[in-house]
């Protein structure tokens, strides 16, 4: 019998795990699906300040907050590009939880979203960037052509909660997007909630 529930548990908290990243998939489908489809640079000049309980950063002027929401405890929010790159911040998650453990779970669960899309291949690299982060490299195949990517994964912790932050969009792309990803990756604060 408690060889039954454990399953029984193990199959709803996979199903609880699924149903709340689904939309974040959806918006990660989205922006990959739209990848290629031009980009402009980094409005730096214009930051637009966010600040909600417990979070703040600054966004590019030109960069927009695609998904903003609470569920239980978490806090998600993305932030896309004018083109298809996009920042997610992960908020409340997991102080216990490695950060390579969660690069690689955040990975595979993107595969199988997109299963379509995805060209062979990952590479996860540790080293030769910036320190405390993992570096993903991977392609996306759109209309037969494979389009390089690259995904980078930091974790924040505060005095209670830490964060994923999570950066991703095409390599051709990088010279425009890079520097907003530094501004949000810069800017951003775990402040204690009130």
Same mark, same amino acid.
């Given at each position: 019998?408690?060889?039954?529930?454990?399953?029984?548990?193990?199959?709803?908290?996979?199903?609880?795990?699924?149903?709340?990243?689904?939309?974040?998939?959806?918006?990660?489908?989205?922006?990959?699906?739209?990848?290629?489809? %031009?980009?402009? /640079?980094?409005?730096?000049?214009?930051?637009? &300040?966010?600040? *909600? !309980? @417990?979070? $703040?950063?600054?966004?590019? +002027?030109?960069?927009?907050?695609?998904?903003?929401?609470?569920?239980?405890?978490?806090?998600?929010?993305?932030?896309?590009?004018?083109?298809?790159?996009?920042?997610?911040?992960?908020?409340?998650?997991?102080?216990?939880?490695?950060?390579?453990?969660?690069?690689? %779970?955040?990975? /595979?669960?993107?595969?199988?979203?997109?299963? &379509?899309?995805? *060209? !062979? @291949?990952? $590479?996860?690299?540790?080293? +030769?960037?910036?320190?405390?982060?993992?570096?993903?490299?991977?392609?996306?195949?759109?209309?037969?052509?494979?389009?390089?990517?690259?995904?980078?994964?930091?974790?924040?912790?505060?005095?209670?909660?830490?964060?994923?932050?999570?950066?991703?969009?095409?390599?051709?792309?990088? /010279?425009?997007?890079?520097?907003?990803?530094?501004?949000?990756?810069?800017?951003?604060?775990?402040?204690?909630?009130?």
């Amino acid at each position: 019998m408690a060889l039954g529930f454990r399953r029984q548990s193990r199959r709803r908290i996979a199903a609880d795990r699924t149903g709340r990243w689904s939309w974040l998939w959806l918006t990660l489908s989205l922006a990959w699906l739209l990848a290629g489809c %031009g980009e402009r /640079a980094a409005d730096l000049d214009h930051p637009q &300040a966010y600040h *909600a !309980p @417990g979070l $703040r950063l600054q966004i590019p +002027g030109n960069w927009r907050v695609g998904e903003d929401r609470r569920i239980g405890q978490i806090h998600y929010l993305t932030v896309e590009s004018p083109g298809s790159a996009l920042f997610v911040a992960i908020v409340g998650s997991g102080r216990g939880q490695e950060l390579d453990t969660f690069a690689r %779970g955040f990975s /595979a669960e993107a595969d199988r979203q997109l299963p &379509a899309a995805q *060209a !062979p @291949g990952h $590479r996860f690299e540790r080293s +030769g960037f910036a320190e405390g982060a993992i570096r993903e490299r991977y392609s996306l195949r759109l209309g037969g052509i494979d389009v390089p990517h690259r995904r980078e994964y930091r974790k924040v912790t505060g005095a209670r909660r830490s964060a994923f932050l999570i950066t991703q969009g095409a390599e051709q792309d990088l /010279a425009k997007t890079q520097p907003g990803f530094d501004l949000l990756l810069r800017s951003f604060e775990l402040p204690e909630a009130p």
